[in-house]
């Protein structure tokens, strides 16, 4: 059975803990920076994927660190998160490609350049 | 509101693991709570409510496919019991022609095999895969389980493939296709639970199975009571609905604080499943008049009900399993 493609939101997470682990506002802030501003998490939808990514074992707690008096979590991509990643990231990348190909823009991207 | 006003609505463990964290997400991003925040907070109460972000635990997947071929089972079993009694009543009451043209008693009534052919050898079969799941081999009483249940579905639909067809009655085949939703509840939560999930442990498979005979047992006499009954000599029903309620929320807060939510879970699915299949196998048929359909079909709802309360306060109590072993992680001051 096919497995089910994530959701902009869930890959753009994955992607900001992939570089290093990340308390929740870093996490807000890393996928602001990433989707160029376009997406800003709120912070329920952040725990809700915090937590379905944690039961499906792709995403794990690392640490706990005490930050002006107050406790912040920091979540860590797990290796089966990371080969999801890279899985989600060819088969959009193979979409996007096949999609600006159909359009022609790659084709006249090419001409314009020589 | 404030924020932490809105984060209430999350289950309490779910809270005390992530409310200052989210408070503080919240503070440093500096948004205002819009409806945009409400609606995702009101989704993480309802996703974390139900388990695994929606999902049925492996546990409630074992618990219902239990129950559920235990009802078949008892189902089953209860025919095969019917049937023997009327070939017993009936051993010694065969006749045949002797060559003189006299009727003569025979006494040879019934035999065994003709007895389980007029109760269908499939269905007894559910009797045997209540036992492996008794065993805990999943995976036998799958395969058996299918096997059953395709013969029990061809059965069914013999008449519809049949030239027929045209003759059938749309009330049977009805009948056959809401029979059919017990075994696919049974074998679809079997084939749910991961391969390499343990199963729950002996005594809470047995005491499923046992509590599963008892509803069906005590489901006779409730679906009995009908409305007269309920209402008392002065004409007014409010103390009997006042006595049904209080047992009702006894019940809700014994289940949220005692069991584990896997149950209550059991008793939301086979209750919405007895709204849509009917009776239950093993419990009486009063579905031969309007008021005995609306009667099993509000009993139904009712259990269902109850049990979606007892579910959704029980989960708010309890941590999943995957962050159960959370706190032994290591801590870092950072100042």
Redesign the interface.
């Known amino acids: 059975m096919a497995r089910r493609s994530l959701s902009e939101q869930t890959f753009l997470i994955l992607t900001a803990l992939a570089a290093e682990p990340l308390?929740?506002?870093g996490i807000?802030q890393s996928t602001l920076a990433l989707s160029d501003g376009e997406v800003?998490l709120?912070?329920?939808?952040?725990?809700?994927a915090l937590?379905?990514l944690?039961?499906d074992?792709l995403v794990e707690?690392?640490?706990?660190?005490?930050?002006q008096g107050?406790?912040?979590?920091y979540y860590r991509i797990t290796d089966s998160g990371m080969a999801r990643l890279v899985a989600e990231a060819k088969r959009r990348s193979r979409q996007a490609d096949a999609a600006l190909r159909r359009t022609g823009v790659v084709a006249r991207a090419g001409e314009a350049s020589a | 509101m404030s924020?932490r006003r809105l984060l209430r609505v999350l289950p309490t463990w779910y809270q005390e693991r992530?409310a200052?964290?989210?408070v503080?997400?919240?503070r440093?991003?500096g948004?205002r709570v819009g409806p945009?925040?409400v609606?995702?907070?009101?989704?993480?109460a309802v996703?974390?409510r139900l388990g695994?972000?929606g999902r049925p635990s492996t546990t409630t997947l074992w618990f219902v496919a239990l129950a559920a071929v235990t009802a078949l089972a008892a189902g089953a079993a209860l025919s095969t019991v019917s049937a023997l009694q009327v070939r017993l009543d009936d051993a010694g009451r065969g006749w045949q022609m002797d060559p003189s043209g006299r009727l003569r008693e025979t006494g040879s009534g019934w035999d065994a095999y003709e007895l389980l052919a007029s109760v269908g050898l499939y269905r007894v079969a559910w009797i045997v895969v209540l036992l492996l799941l008794l065993c805990g081999s999943r995976r036998a009483a799958l395969v058996l389980g299918l096997v059953t249940a395709a013969l029990d579905l061809s059965a069914g639909l013999g008449p519809l493939l049949s030239r027929d067809s045209a003759f059938l009655e749309v009330a049977l085949a009805r009948s056959d296709v809401r029979a059919a939703l017990l075994p696919v509840l049974a074998l679809g939560a079997l084939a749910l639970v991961g391969r390499e999930a343990p199963a729950p442990a002996a005594r809470r498979r047995a005491a499923v199975s046992a509590a599963t005979v008892v509803a069906l047992y005590a489901a006779g006499p409730l679906s009995a009571v009908s409305g007269a009954m309920l209402v008392w000599g002065d004409g007014t029903l409010w103390p009997t609905t006042a006595v049904a309620v209080a047992l009702a929320a006894v019940f809700v807060i014994l289940a949220a604080r005692c069991l584990d939510p896997a149950w209550a879970a059991t008793v939301f699915v086979l209750a919405l499943t007895a709204v849509l299949a009917g009776p239950l196998p093993g419990t009486p048929d009063r579905t031969g008049g309007p008021d005995g359909i609306a009667g099993n079909v509000l009993l139904a709802l009712a259990a269902a009900a109850l049990a979606a309360l007892a579910w959704v306060a029980s989960t708010g109590r309890r941590a999943?399993a995957?962050?159960a072993g959370?706190s032994s992680?290591?801590?870092?001051?950072?100042?």
């Open positions: 308390h929740g506002y807000v800003t709120k912070v329920g939808t952040l725990y809700g937590d379905r944690c039961a074992g707690p690392d640490r706990e660190e005490t930050h107050r406790a912040r979590r | 924020y992530y200052d964290e989210m503080e997400v919240h440093a991003t948004a945009g925040e609606a995702a907070t009101l989704r993480l996703s974390t695994r972000a999943p995957h962050l959370e992680r290591r801590r870092v001051a950072a100042g």
